[in-house]
């Protein structure tokens, strides 16, 4: 997408009219610029994942999570409560603040993942996991742990140095299967 005035008005009139779960991303989350609002009204007839870097959730919120542990999660935690936006806040690390207060904060990973197309390919992780039927917690939960694992096996295969998106997306299928093993 673009940042584009008619395409941002689009994906807004979209996402109102959708009845579905939603997951927002990127250009997605910039069509909301300034108008958390609206997505938080959005969000009490759907679940709503958004999966922001720290400088898109500053232009949707206009809220500067501060690095430290602590104050990074009351702020997180402050913009999603009483909401049903489930927010994968991307960094290192990843932390997933529920709409009831609830955080996960995920300890996989490492600094090869800050390569362009990384947050796509989170994405598409976490969009896999709903279209597979999970609730969106779990996908949002469970797709940002295949997508760090699928990383950590991408560097044992090329280092960290070298790795692109594209390498962590190919190992998406062996993450998968060792969480699938390790799950009952």
């Not at 807004?12 to 579905?20: D, I, P, V, Y």
């Not at 939603?22 to 709503?48: C, H, V």
């Amino acid at each position: 997408m673009t940042d584009e005035k008619e395409t941002a008005g689009f994906v807004r009139e979209f996402a109102a009219r959708c009845e579905k779960p939603l997951l927002i991303d990127a250009d997605g989350i910039n069509a909301f610029e300034g108008l958390y609002g609206e997505l938080q009204t959005l969000s009490k007839n759907r679940s709503i994942i958004m999966s922001p870097h720290s400088g898109e959730l500053k232009r949707l919120t206009g809220i500067t999570v501060p690095d430290g542990p602590g104050e990074r999660a009351d702020a997180l935690r402050k913009i999603v409560l009483d909401t049903g936006i489930t927010l994968v806040h991307k960094g290192a690390p990843t932390v997933i603040a529920h709409a009831g207060g609830r955080l996960d904060i995920n300890v996989h990973g490492h600094s090869g993942m800050a390569t362009a197309g990384s947050g796509d390919v989170l994405t598409g992780a976490i969009a896999g996991m709903l279209a597979q039927g999970a609730s969106p917690d779990e996908a949002a939960r469970v797709g940002v742990f295949v997508h760090s694992r699928a990383a950590e096996i991408a560097a044992e295969l090329t280092g960290e140095r070298g790795m692109i998106a594209g390498d962590c997306s190919d190992s998406l299928p062996m993450a998968i299967r060792e969480l699938e093993e390790l799950t009952p």
